[in-house]
């Protein structure tokens, strides 16, 4: 299976929020934003493992800023790298305000996907990702970190084999 660049399944997905999306304030209710990062996070995974995926886990997801009502949002979801079954998403959210022209980062969150294959429904092989930009690269070396974390809050690893993430905090706490 070959690597693929994380530009071969980048996915950009534009929503304008509609008075259904809104909550009393007329600002994006949270969970409308949470789903349409899941279907573009989806949608990137997807194209990345050229297969049909599920979302397994969606890390901390933070609202900076409120999204009003007829604001232009737009998605951004890149892969930042694959394991054996699974892939890592980074989704960012960006506000336009067409009218004043003016741009702002809403929140980002990182989802995991697992790739099914179609018949036995059970998690199959993903190709690896190649990263080539300094930020792709980034996203790649701190992948294992944010997954060993998250297998450990999940109760699938022990905190004791969170090997990358205790050298992470061993060079920190030495600077
Ligand atoms: C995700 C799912 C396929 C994992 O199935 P499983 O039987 O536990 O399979 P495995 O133990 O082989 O794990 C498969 C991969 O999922 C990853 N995974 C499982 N749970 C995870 C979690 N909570 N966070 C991150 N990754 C997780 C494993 O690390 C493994 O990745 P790897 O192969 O790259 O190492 C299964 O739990 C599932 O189908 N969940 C429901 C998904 C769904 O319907 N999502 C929509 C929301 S309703």
Same mark, same amino acid.
């Given at each position: 299976?070959?690597?693929?660049?994380?530009?071969?399944?980048?996915?950009?997905?534009?929503?304008?929020?509609?008075?259904?999306?809104?909550?009393?304030?007329?600002?994006?209710?949270?969970?409308?934003?949470?789903?349409?990062?899941?279907?573009?996070?989806?949608?990137?995974?997807?194209?990345?493992?050229?297969?049909?995926?599920?979302?397994?886990?969606?890390?901390?997801?933070?609202?900076?800023?409120?999204?009003?009502?007829?604001?232009?949002?737009?998605?951004? &979801?890149? *892969?930042?790298?694959?394991?054996?079954?699974?892939?890592?998403?980074?989704?960012?959210?960006?506000?336009?305000?067409? *009218?004043?022209?003016?741009?702002?980062?809403?929140?980002?969150?990182?989802?995991?996907?697992?790739?099914?294959?179609?018949?036995?429904?059970?998690?199959?092989?993903?190709?690896?990702?190649?990263?080539?930009?300094?930020?792709?690269?980034?996203?790649?070396?701190?992948?294992?970190?944010?997954?060993?974390?998250?297998?450990?809050?999940?109760?699938?690893?022990?905190?004791?084999? &969170?090997?990358?993430?205790?050298?992470?905090?061993?060079?920190?706490?030495?600077?």
């Amino acid at each position: 299976m070959e690597a693929k660049k994380v530009s071969e399944s980048k996915t950009i997905m534009t929503e304008m929020v509609m008075p259904p999306d809104t909550n009393t304030f007329g600002n994006l209710m949270g969970g409308i934003l949470m789903k349409w990062m899941d279907v573009a996070g989806a949608i990137c995974a997807g194209r990345h493992a050229e297969n049909y995926v599920v979302t397994a886990s969606v890390d901390n997801v933070s609202f900076e800023h409120p999204i009003r009502l007829g604001d232009i949002i737009t998605l951004e &979801a890149v *892969v930042t790298r694959a394991f054996n079954t699974s892939i890592e998403v980074f989704i960012e959210v960006f506000i336009h305000d067409i *009218v004043h022209k003016k741009n702002t980062k809403s929140n980002h969150a990182y989802f995991t996907f697992v790739a099914l294959e179609p018949t036995s429904m059970r998690p199959t092989k993903v190709p690896e990702v190649l990263p080539i930009t300094e930020q792709e690269e980034n996203l790649y070396t701190g992948a294992v970190r944010r997954r060993e974390i998250r297998l450990v809050l999940s109760g699938r690893m022990k905190p004791s084999e &969170a090997i990358k993430v205790k050298e992470f905090l061993d060079l920190h706490q030495k600077k």
